[in-house]
């Protein structure tokens, strides 16, 4: 019965660990906008997102077995600590740079306002949506309170 309980909000909850880390690095390039040399980087949620909701312990793309989102390739491997299981480090891509600056830093400080605020709108729709699924729980458990 718990099994149930946490697959129903694995999915919202993928999405809202997803749109943590996106505020993050998207507050990383925001903080880096006067830093010289500095390079964008974002990652592409829906593929975030669709590789989170491969079932968590392998990966489809080689069959590696995982550890905290992380390939194990071989036995001496050390485990990684990221109680999630979820990884965006491996598909974090530099941002290509619409007007170059003269210090060589590529953060576009409009984008990224943009970008944040986009995400903060998606990331209080997640919770908002979390919020929902443990309302109709306590409602379908009679304690609607």
Known sequence: ????LT???????DALTLRARRQEVLTSNISNVD???????????KA???????????????DLPMQGGLAVTSAGHIAGSNPSGISTAAMLQYRQSVN?????????????????SENTVKYEAALRDINRQIADLK???GSGN
């Open 100 to 116: 170059p600056s003269l210090d060589d830093n590529t953060v576009d400080i409009d984008r990224e306002r943009a970008a944040f």
């Open 1 to 4: 019965m718990l099994d149930k």
């Open 48 to 62: 975030a997102l669709q590789a989170a909701e491969k079932p968590h312990g392998h990966s489809s793309a080689n």
């Open 7 to 13: 697959e129903s909000f694995r999915g919202a909850a």
């Open 35 to 45: 830093t010289p040399n500095y390079k964008a980087v974002d990652f592409d949620f």
């Open 139 to 141: 409602l379908a458990m």
